[in-house]
């Protein structure tokens, strides 16, 4: 069985604290293949010559939103409420180019997944953010 890295059970933990279950399933569901790899080449519509471009980015960007998030994880409401909000952007950025590059199976398993994450850290941020 593959052991995970301390950091990331560290990160859950403390996000299991704050935000309740929710907070262990959004680490792990936004990208059901590898966390910020984002889908196989081979799901790419090779139609569009940008595409593979703006997955890699939508990848990039979703990798450093949850970077941000563990950080964040020990900082103030604010700073956490940021990180929160900056990652719903990534994952509505991503959801966004996956749904007009990818095709078949894979468009439709990532834009689910994106979609179940994002509901879940909008209710996250409307417990933990509200004024």
């Not at 103030?76 to 590059?101: I, K, M, N, P």
Request: hydrophobic content about 45%; overall charge negative; glycine content about 6%.
């Amino acid at each position: 069985m593959k052991r995970l890295p301390r950091p990331f059970l560290i990160a859950a933990a403390v996000l299991t604290l704050v935000l309740g279950a929710a907070g262990t399933a959004v680490m792990v569901t936004p990208m059901p293949t590898d966390a910020a790899a984002g889908p196989a080449e081979a799901g790419i519509d090779i139609d569009s010559a940008e595409c593979p471009t703006r997955v890699a980015e939508a990848a990039r960007g979703f990798s450093a939103t949850l970077s941000s998030l563990s950080g964040a994880a020990q900082a103030g409401r604010a700073e956490r409420c940021d990180a929160y909000r900056a990652h719903v952007a990534a994952l509505s950025s991503a959801r966004d180019v996956y749904a007009t590059c990818l095709s078949g199976f894979a468009r439709d398993d990532q834009v689910s997944q994106i979609e179940l994450a994002t509901r879940d850290w909008h209710s996250a941020i409307a417990v933990t953010c509200a004024d």
